[in-house]
C-alpha cells in the first residue's frame, strides 16, 4: 500500500480452453507476468479446467492434472509479489470440492469451497463444511474451509465463489464482519440479457451493505461448447460505487485493474458489525509488501458535492424537500408563525429566502409572515443591495433596511481602530 492508503487489485477473465488444464495454466501464468505492483489478482470460477465440463470434472486424470497445475503455477510465482486466486476442482475426504485457491509466493495459503451450490453442481461437488479442516499439500498443512480471511499488514481480504454471493447471510458478509476490507469472487455465471447489469446492481448493493470494495472475476470466451455464452464481465466496485469494469464478450484474455481506497472502507465499516457472531472464523496472517508508484489508478469526482447533471432537478428538488420539512417541523414544534431573515442579496441567503417561502407554502402560510431584512453596510455594493431588494418585493415578504454603516463606525471607535481601513 502507498502512503494515500490505496490497494492495487486486479479481475481476470482468461480467454479458456475447456478441460485443457495446462493450456489454460499458461494463459493464466501469462497473463500474471503482465500485472504491475497488483496486491491481489483474481480468476473466474474453476480457471483451470472449465466449469462447464459435465461428469468429466469428477474424472481422476483431469483433477491430478489441476493439483498438478496448482504446483506449477506455484513453482513460477515465487518471485512475484502478487496474492493470487484460482478456480479448480479438489478431491478431499471422498468427495469433490468446487474450490478456490488462494496462494502467494510459492506458498499456498488456503483452499475455500464453494457453499451455495445449483441442483446440477451437486451432481458432482459437495457442499463446504461448517467447520475448517486441515488438508495436506507439498509437505505442509494447508486451511480447507470458508470461514476464512486473510491479513496483511496494510488490507484485510476475503473470498467466496459465485452464487455464494446469493445467500442471505453469505461468506463475504460475514468475512467483512470479521474485518474483511476487500471481497474477491470467482464466478463462471453464463449470460443472459441483461445478466451484466443485473451483476453490477447486486455487486453495489453488497458493496455498499458489507461496507468493502468486491471485485467480480466472470468467467469468459471458451468457456462452454454447448449454447451457454459466458461473458468476461469484470468489474470492481466499492461502498456501493462502480470503479471500474471491462468490456465483455471479448474473444481474448481480458483484465481491470483499479486502487480500491482502504482507509475509506475501514471508517465506514467501524461500528457496523457488533451484531454478527464470527467466533468460527480463523486470520491467515500473509507477509506482504508491495511498492506502488502513482497515479492512483481510479477516478475521482472533481465535483462531489454538485448533483450529477442527468439528474440535476430530481437532486435539487429532494435538497428543497429535506430543508423545507425539517423548517417546517421546527415551526410547528414551536408553535411560531413568523420567520426572521437576513437577505444580503449573495447565494446563501437567497436559498435560504426560497426554502422559507417553500416551507410557508407547505405550512399554507402566506409570505407576509416571512420578515425579511437587509443591512447594507461598507462592503454592500449597489448591485448585491439592489438584488436584495427586487427579491424581497418580487415573493412579497414583508421587508427593511436597516443602514449599519454608523453602528459599525462607533464600534471601531470603541476598539480604537481605524474608520478608513475595512
Known sequence: MNNLGFVRVAA????????????????????ISKLEEVSVAVFPELSLCGSTLGNMVSHSLLISACQKAITDILNTTKNIPTIIIIGAPYYFEGSLYNCA??????????????????????????????????????????????????ETDNFTFGVEIGEDALLPLSPSTKQAAHGADIIFNLSAIPAAYGKNNEIKNLLKAKSFTDNVAYVFANAGYGESTSDNVFTGFCSILELGNLIKQNKPYTLTSNCIVADCDITKIRHKKIGKYNNINCNNFQTIKIEHQVKYSLPVLRTFNPKPFIPCEKKLDEQLTEIINIQTNALATRLEKTGIKNIVIGVSGGLDSTLALLVAVKTLQKLNLPNNHIHAITM???????????NADKLMSLLNTKYKTINIEKAVNIHFDDIGHDTTKH
Open 12 to 31: 481476470c477473465a482468461p480467454r479458456l480452453w475447456l478441460g485443457d488444464v495446462n493450456k489454460n495454466k499458461k494463459e493464466i501464468l501469462a497473463i
Open 101 to 150: 485457491f488462494v496462494m502467494y509466493k510459492g506458498k499456498l495459503l488456503a483452499v475455500i469451497p464453494k457453499e451455495n451450490l445449483s441442483k446440477n453442481e451437486l451432481r458432482f461437488y459437495s457442499r463446504s463444511k461448517e467447520n475448517i479442516n486441515n488438508i495436506y499439500f507439498q509437505n505442509y498443512y494447508v486451511k480447507f474451509g470458508n470461514s476464512l480471511v486473510f
Open 376 to 386: 447594507p453596510g461598507f462592503g454592500t455594493g449597489k448591485k448585491t443591495h439592489s
